[in-house]
């Protein structure tokens, strides 16, 4: 590649690196000083361009206050598994889509919007914390709401607790939407005093958390569930200027068969317009057509609205972050600089990897960091429990271990995406990962310690944050 941007024969720059002694061959990847030495040598003027010139000015265009208007909230659903995350998007859905109401037809685009008291309020279809984690590790901050569903005949569960963690890792704000009422062993008093053991302080308990009683099933105090999101949203000051080029994410992808790359993305500043050039992770496109949650043709969306977009060049992923940007050459300049950055991630990745002990270690003296990410998964909540304590008592006034996660079980893949989005390393006590969480903890380079001595385990993180690692065991 240096060689045809050099427009040199690539056996001449071989043969130079020859006589340099290092023996490479076409594709080696060189790194930028011998890049910069060889353009120098062959008579070419390098330039070293920076991720900041190529992506400056693309995101965080900033914002007079001025021009700032409020904008809907954004929620995610979460909860354990059958406490009927699935069951309340549906029956919200269904009873108060803004558009298409008449026809009924509503579409599944990934996110929809419905209004209470002439506010919208835009959900994000796809239900539980993979997702949203997942988004939040590719550096997507798009939820201002996490809805806890929590069956009320099931009260608090694993996946619960998990989403209490990722929620509260993020710094969203949660509602707890205590479910299946209906139901009659439903004991939401129950459900209550659970959530106070996971720091879940409702308001009846004295706490500052919202809670509702619904029946999803039923289609009760649905009202009531939207009233409290539109409650919590004036508290959160949700603003954004509609006056822009747009900004947002990716909220799902996929090539379809008849009308190529399509992306629903949310958009989060300015307005999206058809005919606008966008950036979307690594790739670009020209909105040809936007389409709404009702099936319907837009001409434009603005903050917090999610959209298809068609007239893409290729498929983006869910989480990807887009802009729209003032030419097609800009579009192509970004999108060729992000695939060739990718690539040299993935080579670099397979060198050392991000979310080792020794590598956080390195980031916290740099960003003089004062807590140690940690994910813990134990074979018993007895054992677990001993841990977190003996961590806790290695803390000094510089740093301290933080467990943002723990529980019983084998370490699966939403251990490895909370870890990823926290820059976590993760610990196993007598438990292993599966192979989803292996081949994810290697693409992402999250280190997944194991360990079957509390007192090693002890040692090692001890050792760690006194920046003296003892070798890999
Ligand atoms: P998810 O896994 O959290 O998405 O849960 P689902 O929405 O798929 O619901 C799991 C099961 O619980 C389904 O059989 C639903 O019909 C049932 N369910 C959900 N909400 C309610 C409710 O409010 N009352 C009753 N009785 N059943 C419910």
């Given amino acids: ?180 009422m209906d139901k009659p062993d439903a004991d939401a008093q129950k459900v209550r005093t659970e959530l106070l053991q996971h720091e879940v302080f409702v308001e009846s308990m004295g706490g500052e958390v919202l809670d509702v009683e619904v029946s999803a099933t039923k289609g009760t105090n649905l009202d009531r569930l939207l009233e409290a999101i539109v409650l919590q949203s004036e508290l959160l000051e949700l603003k954004a200027n509609p006056d822009r080029t747009a900004e947002g994410t990716v909220v799902e992808a996929q090539l379809d068969r008849g009308r190529g790359s399509v992306a629903t993305v949310l958009v989060q500043k300015g307005t999206l317009k058809t005919g606008d050039i966008i950036v979307l992770g690594d790739e670009w496109g020209r909105v040809r057509a936007l389409v709404d949650d009702a099936g319907k043709q837009v001409k434009e969306a603005g903050p917090s609205t999610p959209v298809e977009v068609l007239g893409l060049q290729g498929t983006p992923q869910a989480g990807d972050r887009f802009a729209v940007v003032e030419n097609e050459s800009r579009a192509r300049e970004i999108s060729d600089y992000r695939q060739r950055a990718a690539r040299e991630k993935a080579v670099a990745r397979q060198a050392g990897s991000r979310g080792s002990l020794e590598q956080m270690m390195t980031q916290m003296q740099d960003a003089a960091l004062q807590e140690f990410p940690l994910l813990i998964k134990g074979d018993v909540q007895g054992s677990i429990e001993a841990i977190a304590g003996a961590l806790d008592k290695l803390g000094t006034d510089e740093v301290r271990a933080n467990v943002i996660h723990s529980g019983a079980g084998g370490i699966t893949e939403s251990d490895v995406s909370l870890a990823e989005a926290s820059n976590a390393a993760i610990i196993g006590f007598n438990v292993r990962a599966n192979k989803q969480a292996r081949d994810a903890a290697e693409r992402a380079g999250i280190e997944i310690r194991y360990y079957n001595v509390i007192y090693d385990l002890v040692d090692d993180v001890k050792s760690a944050m006194s920046g003296l690692l003892s070798p890999e065991r």
Avoid: C, W
């Fill in 1 to 180: 590649e240096l060689s045809q941007r050099m427009a040199e024969r690539s056996v001449d720059v071989i043969k130079y690196l020859m006589k340099e002694g290092q023996m490479m061959k076409p594709g080696d990847i060189i790194d930028a000083d011998l890049a910069e030495l060889i353009a120098t040598e062959f008579g070419h003027t390098p330039r070293r361009v920076s991720e900041s010139d190529v992506e400056e000015g693309i995101f965080n265009v900033a914002d007079d206050d001025a021009d700032m208007v409020s904008r809907p909230p954004v929620v995610t659903i979460m909860g354990h598994v059958d406490h009927g995350k699935t069951s309340l998007l549906d029956a919200i859905r269904h009873t108060r889509v803004t558009s298409g109401e008449a026809g009924g037809i509503t579409q599944h685009i990934g996110a929809y919007q419905v209004e209470q008291d002439g506010q919208k309020i835009t959900f994000i279809d796809t239900p539980g914390h993979a997702a949203f984690t997942a988004m939040r590790a590719r550096g997507a901050e798009s939820t201002d709401i996490a809805i806890l569903v929590v069956a009320a005949d099931d009260s608090v569960m694993p996946q619960t607790i998990e989403s209490i963690n990722h929620a509260k890792a993020a710094g969203v704000p949660m509602i707890v939407a205590i479910n299946k």
